[in-house]
């Protein structure tokens, strides 16, 4: 049997780690939240739900690393940018919201996040980098850090291949005259104190030139990253935690932070897992540039469960291509009605069928709609009434559920093109069609009615793509629409033969 992700490595969390299991993961939000972000809390909470599964209980905490530096305006602030610019090199977190909406710059794109976390019902504890340093609970890293700086730097080097600079620390001091942590620099130091010269120049921006001093327990600092990741592990007692494959090819971070519990904790390391870049279109997401539909947006199109169906389907390390045209939205939707289908026992199914049941599994609790998001769509566009909708199709709370995402859909003209009509009855003259509308009887279900038009067509000689064309016009004055059957069933055959043939 093939397992899912999700069982493999809750397996191996009960396998080979002790309780009480953690699921951590942590994010820097510096732009705008992307696909990306959705799979940095998605997976491990999807971990998390499997261990619970398996009958095991587990927490979930996301670090948000909002004390890194501020290096870039994103485009979504660029009208910002002459407000942003002298906050360059400072902590995300101290750096002002432009739009006065959030505590802080790096807080409006947590916010965003944690808005997320909830649309997508993630149960997760969200821990600031600020909160876990104002804690002290780096401190004794530091600390560490600094009575083992030879040999963590001899980690850092061997494990990245890099050379390290002279004037590296194991910390980075955030300037008490400018505010910056880009720019500065440890001079000297004991294990508890030290001073530092805030004089670098890092191409956006540079160092006030201030000198200072302070102690490890002022908390105004922050541990280089590849320190800081094994540190927060180690701190909270992670069990699991994963991270994009570019955290974790060859000389990563994920390479450093083994040596680190090896070499410096003397501990063994959380399990680490990879999984792949979400493209957009084939390319690699950009955080600050963006592209194409945001997934703030997209949510509004796409129920919720959709996306976590089609994120937690597919390999880990799998890159996940999403391009989000109408036509590849509703390509999803439908997948996920299929999967909604595969009942019964998964250890019964062949693998891919067995993969899209347990995706559908870890990504709802239930179904929230019985008739398909096509079907309501096509009704809609004929009735314009979701109470006759919902009567028709009788499925009034899956009615009610999708209408929002239907309104958007219809109210943003997201509809590809064969599914947008307006119903358009023309007076047939032609002798076949007369005679294709007449043989059509209300006894026929959308199959029969489609079949007929093939066999109508095939009988009187008319190729079937010519034959579908002249439907369609007569229905809907254009050549192209929804799925003829459907489309004839859902009118009604008596409202059509009353409309085409009078
Ligand atoms: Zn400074």
């Not at 490595?9 to 002790?18: F, G, N, Q, S, Y």
Request: proline letters at 5%; one cysteine or more.
């Amino acid at each position: 049997m093939h397992q899912h992700w999700a069982e493999q490595l809750a397996d191996r969390v009960i396998k080979e780690k002790t309780k009480p299991y953690l699921v951590s993961a942590g994010m820097t939000t510096s732009g705008p939240a992307h696909f990306g972000t959705i799979c940095e809390f998605l997976f491990p909470f999807t971990i998390k739900i499997m261990l619970e599964k398996k009958g095991e209980e587990a927490d979930f905490i996301l670090f948000a690393d909002i004390l890194d530096a501020f290096d870039n305006v994103p485009i979504p602030m660029e009208k910002f940018r002459k407000d942003l610019t002298p906050h360059l090199g400072k902590p995300l977190v101290f750096v002002p919201d432009p739009t006065g909406q959030s505590k802080s710059f790096g807080d409006y794109f947590l916010d965003e996040v944690k808005n997320l976390i909830k649309i997508f019902g993630v149960k997760v504890k969200v821990i600031s980098a600020v909160e876990v340093y104002k804690e002290g609970r780096a401190d004794n890293y530091a600390k560490l850090y600094f009575e083992n700086e030879e040999e963590a730097k001899k980690i850092i080097e061997e494990t990245s291949g890099r050379e390290i600079p002279s004037d590296w620390s194991p910390i980075m001091p955030i300037c008490e005259e400018c505010g910056k942590i880009a720019t500065t620099r440890v001079t000297r130091h004991d294990s508890e104190n030290y001073e530092y010269a805030c004089d670098k120049d890092v191409k956006y921006t540079k160092g006030c030139g201030f000198k200072g001093k302070n102690k490890l327990t002022d908390h105004k600092y922050k541990i280089t990253w590849r320190l800081h990741w094994p540190m927060w592990m180690d701190s909270y007692g992670t069990s699991i935690e994963g991270a994009g494959v570019d955290h974790h090819t060859k000389g990563s971070s994920w390479d450093t932070l083994l040596e680190v519990f090896k070499r410096i904790y003397k501990k063994e390391a959380p399990i680490g897992y990879r999984y792949g870049f979400i493209l957009m279109e084939g390319k690699k997401y950009s955080k600050s540039k963006g592209l194409g539909l945001g997934i703030s947006e997209l949510v509004k199109f796409v129920p919720v469960e959709v996306i976590k169906y089609t994120l937690i389907k597919p390999d880990l390390e799998e890159n996940i291509d999403i391009n989000p045209t109408p036509q590849n939205m509703l390509r999803l939707i439908e997948d996920f009605e299929g999967a909604a289908k595969l009942t019964g026992n998964v250890d019964e199914m062949d693998r891919a069928t067995r993969k899209r049941a347990l995706a559908f599994r870890l990504s709802v609790d239930k179904m929230h709609w019985n008739s398909s998001f096509l079907d309501i769509l096509l009704y809609y566009q004929i009735y314009g009434d979701w109470t006759e909708v919902a009567k028709m199709l009788g499925d009034n709370d899956g009615v009610n559920y999708l209408k929002p995402f239907i309104q958007e859909w219809i109210g943003k003209e997201f509809i590809p093109e064969e599914y947008r009509f307006k119903y358009q009855p023309a007076k047939v003259t032609d002798e076949k069609l007369r005679g294709f509308v007449e043989h059509l009887n209300e006894k026929m279900d959308a199959l029969a009615i489609h079949n007929s038009v093939f066999e109508f067509a095939k009988t009187n000689g008319i190729e079937p793509k010519t034959m579908f064309g002249e439907v369609y016009k007569i229905l809907i004055g254009k050549e192209r629409g929804p799925r003829i059957g459907k489309l004839i069933y859902a009118l009604g055959v008596k409202r059509i033969k009353e409309d085409l043939l009078k």
